[in-house]
């Protein structure tokens, strides 16, 4: 994605606990990703959703072994990666 492509909007944060930890409200469930529901999508469209919510200011991403093991924490190591 181009630099300018790039468009950080203000996403309110929470703080956890008395540490000084900020989470966004607004999150990401990644259920969907690992095809726990029986569908699919393209893993590139995944990746793009994962860049775009992160440049968008949300900082919860809601994974779980339970989904699929392993399958949404992969890709978001892979988008990581990628940045």
Do not use: N, W
């Not at 181009?2 to 468009?7: E, F, P």
């Not at 900082?59 to 992969?74: A, G, N, Q, R, V």
């Amino acid at each position: 994605m181009a630099d300018s492509a790039r468009v950080t909007s203000h996403v309110p944060r929470v703080k956890l606990g008395s540490q000084g930890l900020e989470v966004s409200l607004q999150g990401l469930g990644c259920t969907g990703m690992s095809a726990f529901d029986g569908h699919s999508k393209p893993e590139k469209d995944l990746i793009d959703l994962i860049y775009h919510v992160v440049h968008s200011g949300v900082t919860f991403l809601d994974t779980s072994d339970i989904y699929k093991p392993c399958t949404s924490d992969i890709l978001l190591g892979k988008d990581f990666c990628s940045m």
